[in-house]
Every structure is written in C-alpha cells, then in structure tokens.
C-alpha cells in the first residue's frame, strides 16, 4: 500500500507554544486530511484539503495541501492542553482508499 | 446525530472463535470502511465498499470478511480468531467523491 511518512513521532510542548507536523507520499495525492484521535475514541476530522497549494484555517489550526501534491503539513497556534491527542494524516490518490499517516503524540503541558 | 455506531465496544475473543463486528451509518453514505488500528500505529484498510452489493479488499483483508447488503450497514466478520486480529477496529463512511470520511467510536478486541 501507500506509504505515509509523519513527523515528528511525538512532540512535549509547554503551554501557549505553536505546533508543526508534516505529512510526506512517495504518491500524488488529490485529497489531504488530518484528524485527531482521543484516547479511546475514533479518529474525528479536523481539516480536509481538495486543491494543490490550498491553505485552510478552522479556529487555531491551518492546513496546507503542498504544491507537488506529496506532502501536507498542520500548524496549531497558542496550544491549549485539550489539544492533547494523536494527530493523523491522510491522503487519497485516484482509488477509493484513504491511507494514513502513523501519527504525531501531542502533549501539552501546562 | 447517531453518525458512524460500531458495536461491540470491546470484545475478548479466544483463539479460533468467529465473531461479527458491526457498522452501521444514518447518513445516507455509499462509501464504507473498515480500518484496524495497532498499537502506536496508523490505520490500515481491511475492506471498503463504494455501494450496496460491492466491496473490494484493502491493504490487510486476510482472516476477515465482509457484505454490504444495505446501505446503512457494514459488517466485518472475523471466522478463525487469532492473536495477531487483536486490535482496535474502525468503521468509517463518506457520501462519495472529493468528500471526507467520518469514523465510528471503535471496537477493541483481544484474541486470547
């Protein structure tokens, strides 16, 4: 299958600091999207990205679909500690299948 | 604004029992999945099904089985039960095209 690089694996980050994660494809994607899985829960979309260089904002975070069509990245601005989850990327090429990232740990300390 | 239900919530299953793990979706979807999710891992597709009466097989489908008789309903049916099926599963569905997908709440089971 597809192949998705994630990085950074996890990330300890006090309070109030922004945050950065990136997705890479060896594969041209036509759709980007992240979600953030709480513990115990399903993974729940953040942002959904449709168009090569396509910037999206909801609330704190911003999204961006990169030009080549092989990577993605998510910033989280003025992190809060209920921002604390695993954040996933996914991608999908011309199939029906999404393949995801294996996920950044975000912890949050106060 | 039931969304994605999977049941059961947790399931402990011995080696070589069968099982049915069941998804069903309000929304009206025609796109299915069903994903399993190892430890520190992301979530790799079993099966998936683009409509009623079709289903194709994902990156991981050996050991499992599904059927889409209905829109609403997806279910993922395990027959010999074995220790490396231990794991959280996921159902998720999308309308269709350039749409995203929405998740269930997951079903984690142990095979012991």
């Known amino acids: 299958g597809q192949q998705l690089n994630q990085s950074p694996q996890s990330m300890f980050i006090q309070e109030g600091e922004d945050v950065s994660m990136n997705c890479t494809s060896s594969?041209?994607?036509?759709?980007w999207l992240w979600y953030k899985q709480d513990p115990g829960e399903g993974p729940v979309l953040l942002i959904a990205?449709?168009?090569?260089?396509e910037l999206t904002s909801n609330g704190r975070l911003t999204a961006q679909f990169g030009i080549t069509r092989k990577d993605s990245f998510l910033n989280i601005s003025a992190s809060i500690p209920s921002d604390v989850g695993i954040y996933f990327c996914?991608?999908?090429?011309?199939?029906?299948?999404?393949?995801f990232g294996t996920g950044t740990s975000l912890t949050v300390i106060p | 604004n039931a969304g994605v239900t999977q049941t059961p919530k947790f399931r402990i299953l011995k080696i070589g029992q069968s099982m049915t793990l069941q998804c069903t979706q309000d929304?009206?979807?025609?796109?299915m999945y069903w994903y399993r999710q190892d430890p520190g891992m992301g979530l790799k597709l079993i099966y998936y099904?683009?409509?009623?009466?079709?289903?194709d097989k994902g990156e991981v489908p050996n050991g499992y089985n599904v059927s889409r008789s209905t829109t609403e309903d997806f279910p993922l049916r395990l027959e010999l039960a074995a220790p490396s099926q231990t794991s959280v599963y996921f159902c998720?569905?999308?309308?269709?095209?350039?749409?995203?997908?929405?998740f269930g709440q997951g079903t984690r089971l142990t095979v012991v």
């Open positions: 998720a569905s999308k309308r269709g095209g350039n749409t995203e997908a929405f």
């Open positions: 594969s041209i994607f036509n759709t």
């Open positions: 990205l449709y168009k090569a260089g």
């Open positions: 996914a991608g999908r090429s011309t199939g029906n299948q999404f393949y």
């Open positions: 929304m009206n979807h025609n796109y």
């Open positions: 099904s683009v409509g009623a009466g079709i289903t």
